[in-house]
């Protein structure tokens, strides 16, 4: 159980275009969703958090208009990074907690290579 | 917020020692502690949690022991395989205000050698 997947794997584009990455959770229900940045050989920052219905709450330091973050559902959230340059390039992951049960374990998705030229 | 700093960054075993890592915490309310494993290129994996109400918890040859007074914790692995070869990260979550996220250690990056 507490499968979540992410889609795409890995992605190319070109600066100034925009990409958008999903994160569903497969057989639970996602109450918040977390995103991450991973630059290679760091740890993991958090970017935002979402709670489902909700507008996103960004870290200090992340632009919001740059990284939209929507969480519609209570199995999808969608990070699109708008008009992407070569500094954008990262390892971007998800996490998903089930709020109804009351821990704070958070699943990871398998991550998306972005790579942006 | 949460600060959790992590020691040491690197760490080299021989197949079969022990390895320990340790982290520091920074909010006194923080009361879960989960341990991940990270290959290269891969999503981050679960390996061992505690919770505050325990000191110290075991999953056949990972341990994690935790300290509230002093404000730390840390994962022991015995017998060590070369699979055991990754980055580890340990987290917190930093409940003062009602936050629910995790903040991350920076990572030790383990090698197991034969």
């Known amino acids: 159980g507490a499968v979540v997947s992410q889609h795409p794997s890995r992605v190319i584009c070109k600066s100034g275009t925009s990409v958008k990455i999903e994160c569903r959770s497969l057989?639970?229900?996602?109450?918040?969703m977390f995103w991450y940045r991973q630059f290679p050989k760091q740890s993991l920052m958090l970017m935002a958090t979402?709670?489902?219905?909700?507008?996103?709450?960004?870290e200090q330091g992340v632009e919001k208009d740059k990284f939209l973050i929507n969480h519609a559902s209570l199995t999808l959230s969608t990070l699109t990074v708008t008009s992407a340059h070569p500094e954008d390039s990262s390892f971007y992951i998800c996490?998903?907690?089930?709020?109804?049960?009351?821990?704070?374990?958070?699943?990871f998705g398998p991550g998306t290579r972005l790579t942006v030229l | 917020g949460e600060n959790v700093e992590q020691h040491p960054s690197t760490l080299s075993v021989q197949e079969g020692d022990s390895a320990v890592i340790k982290c520091t915490y920074s909010?006194?309310?923080?009361?879960?502690f989960p341990w991940y494993k990270q290959e290269l290129g891969k999503r981050p994996q679960l390996i061992i949690d505690?919770?505050?109400?325990?000191g110290e918890k075991k999953d056949q040859r990972i341990a994690v022991t935790l300290n509230k007074t002093a404000k730390h914790f840390s994962l022991h692995i015995t017998e060590t395989q070369p699979e055991d070869s990754a980055v580890y990260f340990c987290?917190?979550?930093?409940?003062?205000?009602?936050?629910?996220?995790?903040?991350f250690g920076t990572g030790t990056q383990l090698k197991v050698e034969l």
């Open positions: 979402s709670n489902e219905g909700s507008k996103a709450t960004y």
């Open positions: 505690i919770r505050s109400n325990v």
């Open positions: 057989d639970f229900q996602a109450t918040t």
């Open positions: 996490s998903a907690r089930d709020g109804f049960s009351g821990t704070y374990e958070q699943f």
């Open positions: 909010d006194s309310a923080s009361n879960y």
């Open positions: 987290a917190a979550p930093g409940l003062t205000g009602g936050g629910n996220k995790l903040t």
